[in-house]
């Protein structure tokens, strides 16, 4: 979800565009560096932005799991 799922791509970009530059470099950092930074951040905003982001991912796959099932 974090880093690699297609699923969730737009969410990622958008959510990339909040975080990029500053203390995170996410085009020179590996998937285990970004995902260790995300999660470690101290950043208060980094923080938002992730919680954010990972909302918007669980809304989304209910909404996909919702329309499967009808």
Do not use: D, H
């Not at 297609?6 to 969410?11: F, G, K, R, V």
């Amino acid at each position: 979800m974090l880093l690699l799922c297609p699923c969730y791509s737009s969410l990622r970009e958008q959510f990339f565009s909040k975080v990029t530059g500053g203390e995170i470099e996410i085009n020179t950092l590996n998937t285990k560096q970004l995902t260790i930074t995300f999660l470690s951040s101290s950043n208060p905003a980094i923080t938002i932005y992730l919680s954010k982001f990972i909302l918007k991912c669980f809304e989304l796959r209910a909404t996909i799991a919702q329309n499967q099932t009808n």
